[in-house]
């Protein structure tokens, strides 16, 4: 059974940075493709970025430049450097994986998700 945590979630102040942590256990995710997705209290899950087996990545508008999707494949861990943090990137943090590769911005598309790690933006 596949198993994703999260880890790194917090309070910080706008402007601050955050790295998240997700790490994998019972499956190899190397050849899936790793996506990011927040929910914010009362709104719909929103797509934040992936990063596909090659390590190409893609990010929502409202993130790009500030977030960084990386991956290392030795410790089945996938991670999110997010930087210039605002109010409004506060939310639950969900990693999730895409078995079938390719790309994915639709939670619809995943097949497996983590608990979710809590950030707090304060202004």
């Known amino acids: 059974q596949v198993q994703l945590v999260e880890s790194g979630g917090g309070l910080v102040q706008a402007g601050g940075s955050l790295r998240l942590s997700c790490a994998a256990s019972?499956?190899?995710?190397?050849?899936?493709?790793m996506g990011w997705f927040r929910q914010a209290l009362g709104k719909e899950r929103e797509f934040v970025g992936y990063?596909?087996?090659?390590?190409?990545?893609y990010y929502a508008d409202s993130v790009k430049g500030r977030f960084t999707i990386s991956r290392d494949s030795g410790k089945n861990t996938v991670y999110l450097q997010m930087n210039s943090l605002k109010p409004e990137d506060t939310a639950v943090y969900y990693c999730?994986?895409?078995?079938?590769?390719?790309?994915?911005?639709?939670?619809?598309?995943?097949?497996?998700w983590g608990q979710g790690t809590q950030v707090t933006v304060s202004s």
């Open positions: 990063i596909m087996w090659s390590g190409m990545t």
């Open positions: 019972g499956r190899t995710f190397s050849s899936d493709t």
């Open positions: 999730a994986g895409r078995i079938s590769g390719g790309f994915g911005s639709s939670p619809g598309q995943y097949n497996y």
